[in-house]
Each structure stands twice: as C-alpha cells, then as structure tokens.
C-alpha cells in the first residue's frame, strides 16, 4: 500500500501525508558526491543503466556541443544476421567491460562479443531449442547482459527466453566450467548453465498438487502457467539476482498464472542461495492484501523491468508489474502485494527491507517499465541517498533509498469506483506532490487536437463515443448501460521501456523520457474472446471480463487526439523536485506537418510520436527520436535542453544507448532499427 515506515510497511492509507515537504524553488546546485560507489570502472559501461544505479550516465567529455557534428560512423553491427528479428521487436542496450562489447541479439536471443574498434564479432552463444523457446512471449526483448569480475576473470550472465540462465566466460563465450548443475536436455551444455524453473516452483502450491513429473523441455504445464525473461539478471556482492515476465496482462483470458519470484544465485558457483515471494505466502508481509485466496493460483507479479542496486547498502531495487489479468481483477480482491511495486531486497538474503506500492489492485497496466534510479542529492541543504522510479502515470516516485520513506509527501487520494460487475478498485491511489507530473494525466475536452475548429469538431465528435475522467479512470464493459463504447485511460505509458530514464549523478538532475498517449480497452466477457487451442493460453478458469482489440481510441483523420507535444524530454533537479526544462523529442513529423488538412496551419514543434532514447555525459545529454522519429541522433545542453548539434543515423535509435572510452576514443553506440537495419547497432566516435 502506499504509506511506508523505515524498513517496512503501515497500514491505513486514506487520507495521510507521508514524509516532508520540501522548500519551493528552483536551485541550480551540483549535488554533493557523498558515497558513489555505482559499481562501474572509469570509462566502462558495466551494466545496462551504464551503472548499478542504472543513471545510464558516462563521466567522459571528449564529445562536446563543439564537436558534436563532427561524429562519423564508424560501424554497423548487423543485428538480423542472428536469425528472425522483425522491424522494431529486437530490445537491448550493449554493454562494455575490459575492452570488449557484449550484447544480445534475435528472437534467440544470441550472446554476442563485439570487437570495439571495427564491431567485429568475436564470439557468439546460442542456447539449443526448446519447446519452452517456442512459448516465449518476449524472445527479443532480452535488452542485454549483465557482468561480472569473478576470482580475476570476467564472466557473462544471462537469461534466456527458455528460463535458464548461463554463467559465459567473457573472453571466449564458452559455459564457465564448474558453474551451475546442467540441463538434462540434448544439446545443452554440463556446465555454466541453471534451470531456473525447478527452483521458481519448488514451493509453489500448484507444482506440488501437479499430478506429473516436470519436463525440462515443455517447462510449466499450460493449465498453471508459463514464465519467461525480458531483462538480464544483475550482479550485486557476488550475488546474480534474477527477474522474469509472464505474458502480457491485456492478452489473457484465464486468471490462473505462476508468480515471478525472485531468485538469487552464487556468482561463482550458480548455486542458488534464495527466493522472495513476490505473492505473499501465509503468514509472510502481505499476505492479507490477497482476498479470495487468489494468491493461491494469481501469477503475474514479476520483475521484467530491468533491475538496479546499491552495492555499499547491499540492496537491490526491484519494480514489479500487475497481477493477472489487465483490466479486470474482480478474482483478486485486495490491494495485492507486492503487485505494481518497488522493492528493496537484501541481496545476500532475498529478505524485504523496504517496499512501496504505487497502485493499488493495478488493474490499468501501470506496472513499473524502468529500473528504479539511483542519486545521492541535497535536500534543503541535507544529503539524501533516493531511488526514484519513473512511472507510467507521468510521476517519479522518490524515496530514500535505504529506509524507503518518501523524500516528499506521497498522498492516498480517492479514485473512481468500478461498475464492471464483480470488480472492486482501490478507493484511493498514492500520488506523489512532488516532482510534479511530467505528462498529462487524464483527459478534457481542453486537452483535444485544435488546430483547426474542422479537427477540433471531428475529436469532440469522436469522444461521445467514450468516457472521458481523471487519471485511474475505471473501466466499463461493452454493453455499459450508459451505451458508450468504452473508457479512456491516461497517460497510457507516459514512462516505458522504450525510454528509459537517464540522469547525472554528479548535479542530481533526472532526464525523463515521456509520451503523451491514451489508452482505450473494450471490456468484453472472457469466454467470448478465450482461444483454448493457443499455446499461449495458460490457465484454467477463464475470466468474467477480458480485453479485445486493444488501442482503438484514435484522434480525428489519423492525427493524435490530443495536443503537442507529442513526446519530450523532461529536466527535474532532485535536489528540489522542481521541473527545470522541458523540450518536444526531435521534430514534427512528416505524415502531421504534411497531412492534407494542416495544409495552412502555423504548426509549433509537436515532437514525434515515440519515446525519446537519453543518455547523459559529462558535457550533454544525448538523445535518438526513438522508433516513429527521424533516424538522427541530436546533443542537448544539460542546463537548458536547447539543442545544440545533430547527426544522421543509418536507421531510427531505439531503446539501447551507451557509451565508452576505446583506445583513447569516445564512442556512442546506438541500437538502430529499419527495413534495412533491424536490430542493429551504429557506432559513433570523432574522426
């Protein structure tokens, strides 16, 4: 539930303030430097945030605003020669440690060693199929790997979409020898490798009342669920923590699912030391928030957001998704923790230090896309240790993140009730007071497309159709008594995975990918929609409501049914909460400021319709337009956002950004994807 105390949680929510309320005003300080210990060597880039406190931040300044469009390419890694990777599915950011380039790649999700200089490749690792592989959801969302110095040699982590998880030395890709107990399946390697899903369902009521052996191969039966991997496991004390997903809440029908525990394992041997219940067991924190029994059989709750740590408090900060199933949750009574969360774990225990949940009963799809992120700030003049998790409902959540108290007061505000029949909602939600939101929460008439009084008429035309309310507006089912089509929900994903948050931990100042953006879901009966045939249903017991046709709330002749900008990059000193700048992503696109009926209209810069890419330097903040922009790369100032350089590149940036120091050279690289470079990478440096 929202209100937390040190190392812990407290009940009764309504109407309590939590935490400080902090002076007005906004102040351009650098932060002091107290205790940055991220875990990353000088040059490097380690994890896939750049870092364990996930800043996707490099101290280097070789690339200036002077020198910026003086950048040339200097290679293309082809990302499709690693079997089918369609246009836009392929999610990894690289990383770079001791001189060498590691990634993932394809539905595969092939480990790969590049060669920095040329992007040659040195080595690769593919994992032998499976019939669990064939059931994956996400196969090319793997968005990278995680490393490692163990007893003087460098070793590779991942997860693969199967489930399993392979320790790889660096230098040659081979399975570390010793490492983990092997796979009793053709093909696989004896050693380097675990199963994962024998320890995830060891105690698991389901399993154990299974009348059946488990086969390695299949995985989970379909009847109790399935499990998969969409982010690399993060390393933290010699202690590899690894996450999971399941399958998307707005594709199922049935209500059964495994939860996504959180398992933890030996670096240096892969034997596995714990397990957090991310569903509360009885008697275990928690527990009284599941009614029904639904956390007897309810899954979901997972981690497939990356995760990110701090080494020197031996914590690692965790941000879970919903339960099942997206949109109705009249199965699960209860708030439901540690649904739509922040965690903070013990990593050499497992055990809950602290947690906040940041929607209660989620039923909208809000879970927690991005890892929480890491600063160490002033706040009135007294050094804090924050983690901040950016969110989908356009507010960056801040706590301490040792104790978990907010920095600033987090308020229970009351919230629409549900008329979907069966469903009971949350009577109030946790709303931050500061940082103020950074993208348009709920939508107004005043909020609609006016570019001309024609479009204007046409969007006020379109909404009758629709209940419009405030964010964590309820949905109604098809055949709503009131006779209107559906519900609009927003911002439907002001922060996302597409663009992760970036910051500078030397100023405290956060940079925050958001796109404006409605969400509207026709509620139908599950049994209308359930497809007892497909591989991907999981399950037994088939939902009172579900979804269909997601996303057919569209603005009037194919333009956005709000105003711009459309997506931006948002400055906020976390010193002070203030927002500082805020300027559109890239530049109006072609199909609006071409469109026929914006012919004679003076348009402002709406800023294209995708999340911005960010990184952040020592000189700038870097950005790509993300998958619907331009293929450029564009340079920013820090302190202002005015752009101050761009340069083209082979194909649009998407999600994967970093950089790093190469035989005396700055590099950028950049994951591009086009018709003619799908999940590939482009590299950049100074002539």
């Given at each position: 539930?929202?209100?937390?105390?040190?190392?812990?949680?407290?009940?009764?929510?309504?109407?309590?303030?939590?935490?400080?309320?902090?002076?007005?005003?906004?102040?351009?300080?650098?932060?002091?430097?107290?205790?940055?210990?991220?875990?990353?060597?000088?040059?490097?880039?380690?994890?896939?945030?750049?870092?364990?406190?996930?800043?996707?931040?490099?101290?280097?300044?070789?690339?200036?605003?002077?020198?910026?469009?003086?950048?040339?390419?200097?290679?293309?890694?082809?990302?499709?020669?690693?079997?089918?990777?369609?246009?836009?599915?392929?999610?990894?950011?690289?990383?770079?440690?001791?001189?060498?380039?590691?990634?993932?790649?394809?539905?595969?999700?092939?480990?790969?060693?590049?060669?920095?200089?040329?992007?040659?490749?040195?080595?690769?690792?593919?994992?032998?199929?499976?019939?669990?592989?064939?059931?994956?959801?996400?196969?090319?969302?793997?968005?990278?790997?995680?490393?490692?110095?163990?007893?003087?040699?460098?070793?590779?982590?991942?997860?693969?979409?199967?489930?399993?998880?392979?320790?790889?030395?660096?230098?040659?890709?081979?399975?570390?020898?010793?490492?983990?107990?092997?796979?009793?399946?053709?093909?696989?390697?004896?050693?380097?490798?675990?199963?994962?899903?024998?320890?995830?369902?060891?105690?698991?009521?389901?399993?154990?009342?299974?009348?059946?052996?488990?086969?390695?191969?299949?995985?989970?039966?379909?009847?109790?669920?399935?499990?998969?991997?969409?982010?690399?496991?993060?390393?933290?004390?010699?202690?590899?923590?690894?996450?999971?997903?399941?399958?998307?809440?707005?594709?199922?029908?049935?209500?059964?699912?495994?939860?996504?525990?959180?398992?933890?394992?030996?670096?240096?041997?892969?034997?596995?030391?714990?397990?957090?219940?991310?569903?509360?067991?009885?008697?275990?924190?928690?527990?009284?928030?599941?009614?029904?029994?639904?956390?007897?059989?309810?899954?979901?709750?997972?981690?497939?957001?990356?995760?990110?740590?701090?080494?020197?408090?031996?914590?690692?900060?965790?941000?879970?998704?919903?339960?099942?199933?997206?949109?109705?949750?009249?199965?699960?009574?209860?708030?439901?923790?540690?649904?739509?969360?922040?965690?903070?774990?013990?990593?050499?225990?497992?055990?809950?230090?602290?947690?906040?949940?940041?929607?209660?009963?989620?039923?909208?799809?809000?879970?927690?896309?991005?890892?929480?992120?890491?600063?160490?700030?002033?706040?009135?003049?007294?050094?804090?240790?924050?983690?901040?998790?950016?969110?989908?409902?356009?507010?960056?959540?801040?706590?301490?993140?040792?104790?978990?108290?907010?920095?600033?007061?987090?308020?229970?505000?009351?919230?629409?009730?549900?008329?979907?029949?069966?469903?009971?909602?949350?009577?109030?939600?946790?709303?931050?007071?500061?940082?103020?939101?950074?993208?348009?929460?709920?939508?107004?008439?005043?909020?609609?497309?006016?570019?001309?009084?024609?479009?204007?008429?046409?969007?006020?035309?379109?909404?009758?159709?629709?209940?419009?309310?405030?964010?964590?507006?309820?949905?109604?089912?098809?055949?709503?008594?009131?006779?209107?089509?559906?519900?609009?929900?927003?911002?439907?994903?002001?922060?996302?995975?597409?663009?992760?948050?970036?910051?500078?931990?030397?100023?405290?100042?956060?940079?925050?990918?958001?796109?404006?953006?409605?969400?509207?879901?026709?509620?139908?009966?599950?049994?209308?929609?359930?497809?007892?045939?497909?591989?991907?249903?999981?399950?037994?017991?088939?939902?009172?409501?579900?979804?269909?046709?997601?996303?057919?709330?569209?603005?009037?002749?194919?333009?956005?049914?709000?105003?711009?900008?459309?997506?931006?990059?948002?400055?906020?000193?976390?010193?002070?909460?203030?927002?500082?700048?805020?300027?559109?992503?890239?530049?109006?696109?072609?199909?609006?400021?071409?469109?026929?009926?914006?012919?004679?209209?003076?348009?402002?810069?709406?800023?294209?319709?995708?999340?911005p890419i960010t990184m952040v330097t020592k000189t700038l903040v870097i950005t790509a337009e993300g998958r619907a922009g331009t293929p450029r790369l564009h340079a920013l100032n820090k302190r202002t956002g005015q752009r101050v350089g761009s340069v083209v590149l082979p194909a649009s940036g998407q999600y994967g950004m970093m950089g790093f120091m190469h035989d005396g050279q700055q590099y950028i690289v950049v994951q591009v994807a086009g018709p003619d470079f799908p999940g590939s990478l482009a590299a950049l440096r100074l002539p």
């Open positions: 539930m929202g209100n937390v105390s040190p190392k812990g949680y407290s009940g009764g929510r309504v109407d309590r303030q939590i935490g400080w309320m902090t002076l007005v005003g906004v102040v351009m300080i650098t932060s002091p430097v107290f205790g940055q210990t991220r875990g990353n060597q000088d040059g490097e880039w380690r994890y896939i945030g750049g870092d364990a406190w996930h800043t996707r931040y490099s101290a280097l300044d070789q690339i200036t605003a002077e020198n910026f469009e003086d950048l040339e390419l200097a290679w293309v890694w082809r990302g499709d020669n690693y079997g089918p990777n369609p246009l836009g599915v392929s999610r990894s950011t690289p990383i770079y440690a001791n001189g060498v380039i590691y990634t993932v790649a394809g539905e595969r999700r092939h480990v790969v060693a590049i060669e920095p200089l040329t992007g040659e490749t040195l080595w690769v690792f593919r994992e032998p199929h499976t019939t669990r592989f064939e059931r994956g959801m996400r196969n090319g969302y793997g968005k990278g790997v995680a490393y490692a110095d163990v007893d003087g040699r460098g070793v590779i982590y991942v997860i693969s979409p199967a489930f399993f998880l392979y320790a790889l030395e660096a230098e040659t890709g081979r399975p570390v020898e010793g490492w983990g107990g092997g796979v009793s399946l053709p093909g696989f390697p004896s050693t380097g490798v675990v199963d994962l899903l024998p320890d995830l369902i060891a105690d698991w009521g389901p399993w154990q009342s299974w009348d059946g052996a488990f086969d390695p191969d299949f995985g989970i039966p379909r009847e109790l669920g399935h499990i998969t991997s969409s982010s690399p496991p993060i390393v933290v004390n010699d202690v590899v923590v690894v996450g999971n997903s399941a399958e998307q809440g707005y594709n199922q029908t049935r209500v059964e699912n495994v939860p996504g525990d959180i398992l933890g394992y030996d670096a240096r041997t892969g034997a596995h030391k714990w397990k957090f219940h991310v569903i509360p067991r009885p008697g275990e924190f928690g527990h009284e928030t599941w009614e029904n029994d639904a956390w007897e059989w309810t899954g979901d709750v997972s981690s497939w957001a990356p995760m990110s740590a701090d080494p020197e408090l031996g914590l690692v900060y965790i941000p879970t998704n919903p339960p099942t199933i997206d949109f109705y949750g009249g199965f699960r009574p209860g708030d439901g923790l540690f649904g739509t969360s922040v965690l903070a774990l013990d990593v050499e225990t497992g055990e809950r230090v602290w947690h906040f949940q940041t929607v209660h009963h989620d039923i909208w799809n809000f879970d927690n896309p991005t890892a929480p992120l890491l600063l160490d700030v002033a706040v009135n003049g007294t050094e804090r240790p924050i983690v901040v998790q950016a969110t989908k409902q356009g507010w960056a959540y801040t706590f301490d993140r040792e104790t978990g108290e907010p920095i600033w007061p987090i308020v229970e505000r009351p919230v629409p009730s549900s008329e979907v029949p069966g469903e009971r909602l949350s009577p109030t939600q946790p709303m931050p007071t500061r940082p103020a939101a950074y993208e348009m929460q709920g939508l107004t008439e005043d909020d609609l497309i006016d570019f001309t009084p024609e479009l204007r008429a046409e969007a006020l035309e379109i909404i009758k159709n629709y209940r419009l309310g405030p964010i964590f507006n309820p949905p109604i089912q098809r055949g709503h008594p009131s006779g209107l089509r559906s519900f609009v929900s927003c911002p439907s994903g002001a922060s996302n995975i597409f663009g992760p948050t970036s910051a500078d931990p030397e100023t405290g100042i956060l940079y925050v990918s958001t796109l404006r953006g409605c969400r509207s879901e026709n509620i139908v009966q599950g049994s209308d929609i359930d497809l007892p045939d497909d591989i991907m249903t999981t399950g037994t017991t088939i939902a009172d409501f579900a979804v269909l046709n997601r996303g057919d709330f569209r603005g009037p002749q194919g333009l956005p049914m709000f105003k711009p900008p459309y997506s931006r990059i948002v400055a906020i000193d976390m010193n002070s909460g203030e927002h500082l700048w805020a300027v559109p992503n890239g530049d109006t696109p072609d199909r609006i400021r071409n469109h026929p009926a914006l012919q004679d209209v003076q348009l402002p810069n709406t800023g294209t319709t995708s999340h």
